[in-house]
């Protein structure tokens, strides 16, 4: 069973940084890109980044590029955004998903929260 | 970017009615769209890539079509399970871009 796992959302100060995490199991994730997206409480869905399988390629929008890093550790089948410079309206529920054009399946998210 | 216009933002439907939702691109983007499902409080799941092909699992009372700029998702017959948002998510290009999201209701 494919399983994706975030973890490290939190209450982060404006300005903040925080890591974010995403163990995935149950495929072989060296050979997939990997994406991440967020939701912001009572909103839509936004695409955030993309990653290649060997992180030669990585994709951002631009309301995140130069505050968020993806990175990816394919030794420990993990998926992670660096989000620095954090600002309020990057509060959102963030997603991992397996897939860089039409990400499928995604785990159940970890909240962030950016407030004073 | 591509901005996708989704439509109807909402709509109310019955159990065993037919509804079909729509979305748009900015600019054509061949097959390159997906349908997505998403329930309160869960993650979105996937029912239809490259416009028209269902997702194994996935009823086949759901179907997409189009190519270009617009595209159509259709429930032949809703079942209370169906209740949920739907999007849809281009990625022809970068930014990949999501509809605004349809809320179906009962």
């Known amino acids: 069973e494919i399983q994706l796992v975030e973890s490290g959302g939190d209450l982060a100060q404006p300005g903040g940084s925080l890591r974010l995490s995403c163990a995935a199991s149950g495929f072989t994730f060296s050979d997939y890109w990997m994406s991440w997206v967020r939701q912001a409480p009572g909103k839509g869905l936004e695409w955030v980044a993309n990653?290649?399988?060997?992180?030669?390629?990585?994709n951002y929008v631009d309301s995140v590029k130069g505050r968020f890093t993806i990175s990816r550790d394919n030794a420990k089948n993990s998926l992670y955004l660096q989000t620095n410079g954090l600002r309020v309206e990057d509060t959102a529920m963030y997603f991992c998903?397996?897939?860089?054009?039409?990400?499928?399946?995604w785990g159940r998210g970890t909240l962030v929260t950016v407030s004073s | 970017d591509i901005q996708m216009t989704q439509s109807p933002s909402s709509l109310s439907a019955s159990v065993g009615d037919r509804i079909t939702i729509t979305c748009r691109a900015s600019q054509g983007i061949r097959d390159d769209l997906a349908w997505y499902q998403q329930k309160p409080g869960k993650a979105p799941k996937r029912l239809i890539y490259g416009a028209s092909s269902l997702q194994s699992g996935v009823p086949s009372r759901f179907s997409g079509s189009g190519s270009g700029t617009e595209f159509t998702l259709t429930i032949s017959s809703l079942q209370p399970e169906d209740f949920a948002t739907y999007y849809c998510?281009?990625?022809?290009?970068?930014?990949?871009?999501f509809g605004q999201g349809t809320k179906l209701e009962i």
């Open positions: 998510l281009q990625h022809n290009s970068y930014p990949r871009t």
């Open positions: 998903a397996r897939g860089g054009h039409r990400p499928d399946p």
């Open positions: 990653i290649k399988e060997d992180g030669t390629q990585k």
